[in-house]
């Protein structure tokens, strides 16, 4: 699962391991360019064990600010975009998220 910001700078992924990862994107004249011949190779700039369970959904707030993350430990946790610092967690649901 993958989410994008608005202004395309940073994306937010979540995988079966249980963790999510913030990426930092490429620029568009980096992407575009005719010198780059090769996939850009990129490594995540933060990542984080966030559940206790998968991972079902993942989402970023219009503003950039947080990310939610919901799964099937029946949480929905909140994370500072910047650097995936959990905020808050929202339990009382009776199945996965």
Do not use: Y
Request: charged share 25%.
């Amino acid at each position: 699962k993958a989410a994008k910001n608005g202004g395309g700078a940073f994306c937010v992924t979540a995988s079966v391991d249980r963790t999510l990862k913030r990426w930092n994107l490429p620029g568009l004249d980096e992407l575009t360019s005719p010198d780059t011949t090769e996939p850009i190779a990129m490594v995540s700039a933060v990542s984080v064990r966030a559940h206790e369970k998968d991972i079902n959904i993942i989402s970023i707030a219009p503003n950039d600010s947080l990310v939610a993350s919901g799964s099937q430990d029946k949480t929905v946790k909140l994370w500072n975009s910047t650097d995936l610092s959990l905020r808050a967690t929202l339990k009382g649901h009776k199945r996965g998220v």
